[in-house]
């Protein structure tokens, strides 16, 4: 049974229980779209104490909020009491959760395309903030007064680039002034956990580089990293690089004016994962070392998980030169980043070479053997090493 049928068996079976129940948010704008949602939430006018019986397998994450998750089929769906919000004290969210009626919670969500309600028993989409029409217009307008709900959840202001980065919408203007007026007050009200999350659902949907575009315009990303304030629009534009990029090396495009250590002090705020970090790392010595490097050094470099990504920033001759090498040196490349050397410490050991710094050295000089003579074949490189 797929999420929608079993989304309308959950509602069906509050229904019996003297609720009402609708789909709410994301997925009945997504259902209007065409769209097949990836998320069901559900709203309903029953209690959580009066919810929880009803279902088997529920998970109690929100329960202080008026959420509860029910397990059915494999499929997760969070639970709401049609509520009403107030007293934002954090920018953030809500010290306060009170029950209220379809529409109050309708009009306490972000967006007129989040804010509709869908009766799957009826096929009924209830409207009471103009979502369909916006929809229709392909607009991304926030619920009633924008300063409101910015200083509800600063997050909003993200959010509201990303859907319309997502869907190719506009803004409408009045929200979007808002945005410019409260940009300044995106930290610390937001955590920048969320802001990433926000950033890789961008990049996730492809859209990433039209929305850091969009940030900058708003001010967004000169709140975020206030060394792009003095940066144009149209200059920013200009540094952004293929979109599959990672977002972490996206934006060290955008701050390629800065030194390594600025640029990695800035963007470590964002709290990107220690493998991220060692990419950007990666990626600022990459070039230098490339020049400098020996045939060796280099094939180990191309080996590198990191290396495909970070080439992209690299000048146009090196990457020329490096797709070149990477060619001539498929196979050793492989063997390298397989961690399948042709010569092996146990070979070695036959040959009598003890454990240790000698060993060491050994193996890197039959690697390089292998490599500058093009050779497969471990008797013969075994041969020209003690050779030499």
Do not use: C
Not at 310 to 321: M, Q, W
């Amino acid at each position: 049974m797929d999420s929608f049928q079993t989304a309308l068996k959950i509602i069906e079976k509050i229904h019996q229980n003297g609720g009402i129940a609708y789909i709410a948010g994301g997925a009945v704008r997504d259902f209007l779209m065409g769209e097949v949602p990836n998320d069901i939430d559900i709203v309903t006018s029953l209690s959580m104490d009066s919810l929880r019986p009803l279902f088997p397998k529920t998970i109690e994450v929100g329960v202080q909020f008026g959420i509860l998750v029910v397990i059915e089929n494999t499929h997760k769906f969070e639970i709401a009491t049609f509520r009403t919000e107030s007293e934002y004290k954090d920018g953030r969210r809500p010290t306060i959760i009170l029950e209220g009626s379809p529409e109050e919670d309708a009009k306490r969500r972000d967006f007129t395309i989040n804010g509709m309600f869908l009766d799957p028993i009826t096929n009924e989409t209830i409207d009471f903030v103009g979502g369909k029409e916006d929809l229709k217009e392909k607009v991304i307008r926030a619920i009633g007064n924008p300063h409101d709900r910015f200083q509800e959840d600063r997050l909003r202001m993200i959010r509201a680039i990303r859907y319309a980065a997502r869907f190719s919408f506009s803004i409408d203007p009045v929200t979007q002034e808002a945005i410019k007026e409260h940009a300044p007050t995106l930290l610390p009200a937001v955590s920048f956990e969320r802001i990433l999350q926000e950033l890789e659902k961008m990049h996730k949907d492809g859209n990433l580089r039209t929305a850091l575009v969009e940030m900058h315009r708003l001010g967004l990303l000169s709140a975020l990293f206030p060394p792009l304030s003095e940066i144009s629009t149209l200059s920013l534009e200009s540094l952004q690089k293929p979109e599959k990029l990672p977002v972490i090396l996206q934006l060290k495009a955008l701050l390629g004016h800065l030194t390594d250590n600025e640029r990695f002090e800035w963007l470590s705020r964002l709290k990107f994962s220690q493998k991220e970090l060692n990419l950007l790392n990666f990626s600022d010595r990459l070039a230098l070392t490339l020049e400098k490097a020996s045939l060796q050094e280099r094939l180990h470099l191309y080996a590198s998980p990191f290396f495909e990504s970070a080439s992209i920033l690299l000048p146009s001759g090196l990457i020329s030169f490096a797709n070149d090498e990477i060619k001539i040196y498929k196979e050793e490349i492989e063997r390298i980043a397989d961690k399948k050397p042709l010569v092996t410490a146990k070979d070695l050991l036959e040959k009598g070479i003890k454990a240790g710094p000698d060993m060491g050295k050994y193996l890197k000089k039959a690697e390089k053997i292998a490599i500058s003579h093009k050779l497969n074949d471990k008797k013969e490189i075994l041969k020209r090493l003690f050779e030499n």
